[in-house]
């Protein structure tokens, strides 16, 4: 990977939501009630595996029962497989530091959210994910599947502490690999690294150009002029959920952002708005915590912005009941 390319990495992994977690008053039986919980969640982890610092910090205040954590933001269950950062960008419009969170720990609404068994169910989740990313890339699904044992705890130990070098060290193996950037080759082609036999064969198999894209679409229903004014979400029948694969075709130029969105969402890109400039209804392309520009190479975004489970999550802000072109 590029010098460039490992920074940017590094960032990703390194970036952490500062939440402040309140228990719900229905679980409180001390007087005081315990003060929240602060804590630095990483973006690319999971929110119920923050139950081993909760846990013990609320357990005073807890009434007699079986533990199930689960969190909420506003009234709103938080599904607990979606990334923590995924989740932050997707429900906080305006960012919102810290992001105060209410944390259960008995109560869990099963009619909303599927059951969450702790470590082992995120875990699988991941893993799960991890081979559909497999399935899309190279239309099988066999590396991850046949992972060894020791290799698969390594890895999901990697995505849990955070331990980047581990985790590229085992990922590696799965031969998932990264798309060319050909942008930042153009750019500086002393950043194109040499390849040896192996790593010609490897890039090789690379070739099929889908890219695992899962993108969350938020429909405010009624316009915006700026994000402090987005209304919060009541239920999770307002995001949309779009688990499709982009398909890089360059054909002599470079394939952006903007395309691959475009390819996704066409509905929102009014020919009469394209020529304007404008991306038709949609408001705000947010990945990883920052709103790229719609012309950055593609490439480039997959490469240095994808989550852990080889897919890139995008969250994007609509204004649906503003007439499209407008």
Not at 23 to 36: A, F, N, R, Y
Not at 57 to 69: E, K, N, R, Y
Not at 288 to 312: A, C, H, R, T
């Amino acid at each position: 990977m590029q010098g460039g390319e490992k920074e940017a990495q590094r960032y990703v992994w390194d970036g952490a939501i500062p939440l402040q977690v309140h228990l719900h008053d229905s679980e409180v039986t001390t007087l005081p009630p315990p003060p929240p919980a602060l804590i630095l969640a990483p973006r690319i982890g999971y929110l119920p595996l923050l139950s081993s610092q909760l846990k013990p910090f609320f357990s005073g205040a807890l009434p007699p029962g079986v533990d199930t954590i689960w969190f909420e933001y506003k009234g709103l269950p938080l599904k607990w497989y979606i990334p923590t950062g995924v989740l932050f960008d997707l429900l906080c419009a305006e960012p919102e530091r810290p992001w105060n969170l209410t944390v259960h720990f008995r109560g869990y609404p099963g009619n909303i959210l599927i059951p969450c068994d702790g470590e082992d169910s995120v875990k699988w989740g991941y893993i799960n994910s991890l081979k559909e990313a497999a399935y899309i890339i190279h239309g099988s699904s066999k590396n991850v599947m046949n992972m060894s044992q020791p290799d698969q705890v390594e890895l999901w130990r990697s995505v849990m502490n955070g331990k980047l070098e581990t985790y590229n060290r085992i990922s590696s193996k799965l031969k998932l690999g990264i798309i060319e950037d050909d942008f930042s080759e153009k750019v500086n082609p002393s950043l194109k690294p040499p390849h040896t036999v192996n790593e010609t064969e490897a890039t090789t198999t690379l070739k099929t150009s889908r890219i695992p894209v899962r993108l969350y679409l938020c429909n405010t229903n009624q316009d915006f002029e700026n994000l402090e004014t987005v209304p919060p979400f009541d239920t999770w029948d307002q995001i949309s959920y779009i688990n499709r694969p982009v398909e890089i075709n360059k054909e002599g130029k470079y394939f952006t952002l903007y395309d691959a969105v475009k390819s996704i969402l066409p509905e929102f890109f009014h020919p009469a708005a394209e020529e304007e400039g404008k991306d038709g209804v949609i408001k705000v392309v947010r990945i990883q915590g920052i709103e790229p520009k719609m012309e950055i190479p593609f490439s480039w975004v997959v490469n240095n912005l994808m989550n852990p489970d080889y897919f890139l999550h995008i969250c994007v802000y609509i204004n649906v009941g503003r007439p499209m072109g407008t």
